[in-house]
């Protein structure tokens, strides 16, 4: 995926400025920064949920080679988590034949499989968080966009999803994400974006980088303001 000059403004207010990186095939690419730094909104753009004003990005003209995770989960409560799937897959147009295949894979090493019967409402957070991970991965897409997907989860949780989220780039998936969580971000990815006021300040080659991912940020930022 390639971007290249994005630009966008919305309330006359400027939050996406000339922002350009490639993100390489078969990684784990993160975006970082400041709330208010336009992380969500540069994934929107890349959704096509908001139109650019200016630049381009590439990755391809199918919009099913993308699946995206939401910061926010957006499940009926009221339904199982099993219900959710089998409401997901029809709106997200899977095959009953894909979704079980991608259930069978997914949901024990998710620890779902003795929660899929039970009503959303009975979940925890991190259990939540995870029943919208396996909804996001039904389409077994190959570019996955995850914003915040560790967001508000426990520990435990926490390990659960770095494992699948590394063993879906081990299966050649693309994933983007955005995260407040800089030690996460510090275990898992292979690319760390720095994201201030809209622009690119720094990108980061994680195999590479031997320093406190931390301490990079705050002095990365304190020089961009």
């Not at 995260?179 to 195999?207: C, F, P, R, Y």
Request: with cysteine.
């Amino acid at each position: 995926m390639i971007v290249s000059g994005a630009g966008k403004t919305l309330n006359q207010t400027k939050i996406i400025r000339s922002v350009s990186f490639a993100v390489p095939h078969n990684s784990i690419f993160a975006i970082i920064g400041p709330n208010g730094a336009g992380k969500t909104t540069l994934l929107r753009l890349i959704m096509g949920l908001l139109i650019l004003d200016e630049g381009t990005i590439t990755y391809s003209s199918d919009p099913r080679i993308i699946s995206v995770l939401l910061e926010n989960d957006y499940l009926f409560e009221t339904k199982t988590g099993r219900e959710n799937i089998r409401d997901f897959c029809i709106y997200l147009d899977v095959s009953p034949a894909l979704a079980s295949t991608m259930i069978e894979r997914y949901a024990a090493l998710l620890q779902l499989e003795t929660a899929l019967d039970n009503k959303v409402a009975t979940y925890s957070k991190g259990m939540k968080r995870k029943l919208s991970l396996l909804i996001t991965l039904l389409k077994d897409s190959p570019i996955l966009l995850l914003d915040e997907p560790t967001s508000g989860v426990d520990p435990e949780s926490r390990l659960v999803m770095r494992s699948v989220l590394r063993g879906l780039k081990d299966e050649g998936k693309t994933l983007i994400l955005t995260s407040h969580d800089l030690a996460e971000v510090q275990k898992i990815s292979d690319w760390i974006t720095i994201m201030i006021g809209g622009s690119i300040v720094d990108i980061i080659h994680n195999q590479e980088f031997c320093g406190d991912l931390e301490q990079r940020f705050f002095t990365v930022l304190k020089e961009a303001r």
